[in-house]
């Protein structure tokens, strides 16, 4: 038996859970209870916290005097304590074990650029939340750079009032197939096909009815993005009506940015790229994943790379202006060369504007905790990260938004680069949680945003059947909540 990582935890109660959950982000396999003990001290004094972890011969010691700054509350104190207990189980486990420095350091579950945002809200300058990063939070050198220059591009971007136009997100929960890593909504043709055409109905009601409150409250759409799934699984007939539901219902006199999602290429027929061309849609996402023919059989994407082409050369001819491709880090089987592959061939599409994900372990993929991760563990590599960087560099395009997912490969992050002038309001809007966002369509979520920055959500149901149900009452509470958010 394998008994290197038991530990027990020597800390104060109140910090017995923060403790914990810092030993098992960093020791996955750790069992708790017994073994030799992981002491952690903090101590507070007049000039700040003293914090001292010791495990196994190890021993890390910090005395945090930044704290003790007139701009910081008693709340602050307290957060700053739970802070040092991640950083001191980190820092003394890394010294013991022999452990890489976590790229984000402690954070987890937190937006790193919304964290930026607070702090310049507070009036840091980039330079102190920059020893910020490093020092409390243990956040690597790039991952510091990018995240503080993404801060910096988006703030330009924000609304003065979340609530003066608002975006609205329109989800189709169907795809041809379902992709392995899949944890989205997202029902295959195949087998929930018979549901298509009930669910449309149900989303040209509830885009209706949004549409008329809107109005009623003399709102504007400042954004459309519609996503899914993939919502080009909806052809001639039944995606026109979709369109012109959008169209003529809500008020987009204001609207400045219309995307759709056709996230699989082989659903880009020309005539759907008449109709969203025809409906004034200005940007398109064609998500490749990866420009490997195996891989893509692998992962269940019923494509080829030339069905990218393809679809790439239809878009343009159109006159679509704006094109995004997705490409994912981390696919299983793939190596740095197959990355590279991929960019490549990729460069001679141009795409506008790049969004890389690192491939996320989501307990809702069908690989979840199968075969295939030991596979992305051999191969992955921050190697892969740099290379989709410095390739987006070179094509001219800046990095906007970053987010991270829980059980993302290597700790690592989702990056959105744009050339500047290209950059998509809506991505920036959501992840920054800076807009209202109206999510209409199942397994959508409607983010209503406070002029205080609070958040609160409305999800739809996932399942299209029960969303046609629900319909009606899902817009009753929208309508009520935004009542409420404008004062009306
Ligand atoms: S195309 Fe996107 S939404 Fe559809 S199954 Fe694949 S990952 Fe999920």
Partial sequence: MNTVNHLRLEVSEHLQATAAAAVTHNLPDAQLGRG???ALQLRRESTGWHCRASFVGAVWEYMDEDIAEAHYSEDDWRRREKELARLGVMRVLERARG???????ILTGVRPTKMVHNMWDRGF???????LLRTIYGVAPQRRTWVLDVARRQR???PQDPNSAVSVYIGVPFCPTRCGYCSFAAYPLATHGHLLEPFLQGLVREIAAVGTF???HGTQVHTVYVGGGTPTVLQGAQLQQLLDTIGEQLPLEACVEYTVEAGRPETLSEDTVRRLHGAGVGRISINPQTMRQTTLQRVGRNHTPEDVEVAFARVRSQGI???????ILGLPGESLVDVEYTLERLEQLAPD???VHTLAWKRAAQWHKQAESAAVQRHFGPAMVELARSTAHRWGMVPYYLYRQRDIVGGLENIGYARPGTESLYNIFMMEEKQTVFGIGAGAITKFVTAAGHVSRVANPKCPATYRQDVDALVEQKNTRFRQLLNV
């Fill in 125 to 131: 300058t980039p330079s102190y939340m920059d020893t």
């Fill in 321 to 327: 202006p704006l094109i995004n491709a997705d490409i």
């Fill in 99 to 105: 452990l890489q420095p976590k790229p984000w350091g």
């Fill in 156 to 158: 330009p971007f924000f």
């Fill in 36 to 38: 030799p003990a992981l």
């Fill in 353 to 355: 504007h790049l969004t």
């Fill in 214 to 216: 809107l109005r009623h």
